[in-house]
């Protein structure tokens, strides 16, 4: 189902400590199959809206984004670890929660 355009080892750790330069490969690496996980009621169809809002879009669009509905966008997330439980999906989920955090200046 996902469609991933290199093989990358992912260990259950590897999105901890700041280690930026892998969060940006597994962020880079991976289409998630965000239309299934709704088709299959994982996601709702808002919470579809959110990720395709946010996931592979600009740091000003990702910015803008988490300005205007960021607690709407933690729960979102939050959610998604709830509901899915595919590693890939959940080490992507945190990857993009890790980028989010940094890339937060308040």
């Known amino acids: 189902m996902i469609n991933s355009r290199s093989n990358l080892e992912l260990a ?4 901890t ?3 930026g330069p892998r ?6 690496s991976f289409d998630m199959p965000w239309e299934t996980y ?4 994982l996601i709702t169809q808002r919470e579809l809206r959110l990720i395709r809002r ?5 740091k000003d ?16 997330f939050l ?11 959940v080490q992507y ?5 890790e980028e989010m955090l940094s890339d937060d200046k308040s």
């Open 93 to 97: 989920v945190l990857a993009l929660m």
């Open 79 to 89: 959610n998604v670890l709830r509901n899915v439980t595919k590693e890939d999906t």
């Open 38 to 41: 709704m088709t299959a009621r």
């Open 12 to 15: 259950p750790t590897h999105v």
């Open 61 to 76: 669009n990702q910015a803008r984004c988490l300005q205007e509905d960021g607690a709407e966008y933690a729960q979102m």
């Open 17 to 19: 400590g700041g280690d």
């Open 54 to 58: 946010y996931d592979k879009s600009s």
């Open 23 to 28: 969060t940006d490969r597994i962020l880079a």
